[in-house]
T-cell receptor
């Protein structure tokens, strides 16, 4: 079975540019999570969706960040405009069922570098 | 609110020695607890989880963890370290259906 698929795996961009990260969750999973990982802050939950509906976006750092889940098989995380402090690895994870015991399945991450 | 504290950002052991990675949790209700492992340039993988069944949980790659309510701990152990165990390990806590909160991580180094 295919796992969580993220693209791009690596992105290098210049400050001020728009960045779009993409995620395809595991088929049949009802919940999707976006995490950011940095050396300074560790793993931070940015936002999560249940059945394509955003449930908690309190971790989204600023209005420059937005996330969408138009259907059960696709989600995007957009940063506009990007800044050097946004450089991090962004992980998408999915989970089967909203009442599950919380096991998440992670993608391999998108490493973003903003110059 | 739930949280976990991992004691020690770096742990170094010799190959064949006992591995002990510490995790203490804070939760107002019975928690679900997890250990994840992250190898370089990869996403996180589940090692094991505690969901209020047996307090001693066995996971993959020879790891196990014991839930101790009296100590609010969920320490990860492995009797004999192998070079391939070198990675970063994350403890995490949630309540049923809620979001998963991760600890800061512990980097395990295995010396030959």
């Amino acid at each position: 079975d295919a796992g969580v698929i993220q693209s791009p795996r690596h992105e290098v961009t210049e400050m001020g540019q728009e960045v779009t990260l993409r995620c395809k969750p595991i088929s049949g999973h009802n919940s999707l999570f976006w995490y950011r990982q940095t050396m300074m802050r560790g793993l931070e939950l940015l936002i999560y969706f249940n059945n394509n509906v955003p449930i908690d976006d309190s971790g989204m750092p600023e209005d420059r960040f937005s996330a969408k889940m138009p259907n059960a098989s696709f989600s995007t995380l957009k940063i506009q405009p990007s800044e050097p402090r946004d450089s991090a690895v962004y992980f998408c994870a999915s989970r089967p069922g909203s009442g599950n015991t919380g096991e998440l399945f992670f993608g391999e991450g998108s490493r973003l570098t903003v110059l | 609110a739930q949280s976990v504290t991992q004691l020690g950002s770096h742990v170094s052991v010799s190959e064949g020695a006992l591995v002990l990675l510490r995790c203490n949790y804070s939760s107002s209700v019975p928690p679900y607890l997890f250990w994840y492992v992250q190898y370089p340039n990869q996403g996180l993988q589940l090692l094991l989880k505690y969901t209020s069944a047996a307090t001693l949980v066995k996971g993959i790659n020879g790891f196990e963890a014991e839930f101790k309510k009296s100590e609010t701990s969920f320490h990860l152990t492995k009797p004999s370290a192998h070079m391939r165990d070198a990675a970063e390990y994350f403890c995490a806590v949630t309540r049923k259906g809620n979001k998963l909160v991760f600890g800061a991580g512990t980097i395990l180094r295995v010396k030959s």
